[in-house]
């Protein structure tokens, strides 16, 4: 059975990642460190199982591979995927759920605090020299905002959100969860109209599909 990940070196750091049980399942399986889009439809030809993170599988290359049986998303979202012509040629397509929440967590957390405490400014005062010139005990040439008693608004609001949220409760920030994008509204949630004039921070954690597609925006970028 041949099987190729197309693009390994965007999910293993320098080899860092110990593909043995991948290969117990797949013997064949050919690991591409990088492959180029337009090199797709060769680099996957006779293969029964592509594995694949950030490239396009497109329905012409669903089309051209008739040995195709699965695709498998080493990421959440499908967007890159044609979906529909998978499913006209029986192809099924997996991806990761609850992927990698703690980094994501800790990565929108500390891009919270990049900005509010305006660490990238102060880092740039420090390495010029002008903090050790500073006449007073610290320098205050830039607002420094505290998350305490900010508002934090969530659009998605399973496993990366709801981790998130714990994550912004720790600091003392309080919380609005936003009702699915094209979804049904929920008990204690809001609307995004409704929610977005009220809130401090926006947090999204949803997938890119046709209801979501240009969620934040002018009005006029969603018609």
Same mark, same amino acid.
């Given at each position: 059975?041949?099987?190729?990940?197309?693009?390994?070196?965007?999910?293993?750091?320098?080899?860092?990642?110990?593909?043995?049980?991948?290969?117990?399942? !797949?013997?064949? &399986?050919? /690991?591409?460190? @990088?492959?180029?889009?337009?090199?797709? +439809?060769?680099?996957?030809? #006779? =293969?029964?199982?592509?594995?694949?993170?950030?490239?396009?599988?497109?329905?012409?290359?669903?089309?051209?591979?008739?040995?195709?049986?699965?695709?498998?998303?080493?990421?959440?979202?499908?967007?890159?995927?044609?979906?529909?012509?998978?499913?006209?040629?029986?192809?099924?397509?997996?991806?990761?759920?609850?992927?990698?929440?703690?980094?994501?967590?800790?990565?929108? !957390?500390?891009? &919270?605090? /990049?900005?509010? @405490?305006?660490?990238?400014?102060?880092? +740039?005062?420090?390495?010029? #020299? =002008?903090?050790?010139?500073?006449?007073?005990?610290?320098?205050?040439?830039?607002?420094?905002?505290?998350?305490?008693?900010?508002?934090?608004?969530?659009?998605?609001?399973?496993?990366?959100?709801?981790?998130?949220?714990?994550?912004?409760?720790?600091?003392?920030?309080?919380?609005?969860?936003?009702?699915?994008?094209?979804?049904?509204?929920?008990?204690?949630?809001?609307?995004?109209?409704? &929610?977005?004039?009220?809130?401090?921070?926006?947090?999204?954690?949803?997938?890119?599909?046709?209801?979501?597609?240009?969620?934040?925006?002018?009005?006029?970028?969603?018609?």
């Amino acid at each position: 059975m041949r099987s190729v990940f197309l693009d390994y070196a965007t999910v293993s750091f320098n080899d860092d990642l110990d593909p043995s049980a991948l290969r117990r399942a !797949m013997p064949d &399986l050919e /690991l591409r460190p @990088h492959t180029a889009q337009d090199q797709v +439809a060769v680099a996957v030809a #006779g =293969a029964e199982v592509v594995l694949v993170n950030k490239l396009r599988i497109t329905g012409e290359v669903i089309e051209r591979l008739p040995t195709l049986k699965l695709i498998a998303l080493a990421s959440t979202g499908t967007n890159n995927i044609d979906l529909d012509a998978a499913r006209e040629r029986g192809v099924a397509v997996c991806n990761l759920r609850d992927y990698c929440t703690a980094s994501v967590v800790q990565h929108v !957390m500390g891009t &919270l605090l /990049l900005l509010t @405490h305006k660490l990238r400014e102060y880092d +740039a005062l420090v390495r010029s #020299g =002008a903090w050790q010139r500073g006449e007073r005990f610290c320098l205050l040439e830039y607002p420094i905002r505290e998350l305490t008693g900010r508002k934090l608004g969530i659009v998605g609001y399973g496993a990366l959100g709801k981790g998130v949220a714990r994550a912004a409760q720790a600091f003392g920030m309080d919380l609005l969860v936003a009702n699915r994008p094209g979804g049904p509204p929920v008990a204690g949630r809001h609307d995004l109209e409704d &929610l977005l004039p009220q809130v401090d921070v926006l947090s999204l954690h949803c997938p890119l599909t046709p209801a979501t597609q240009g969620l934040i925006g002018a009005p006029s970028s969603r018609a």
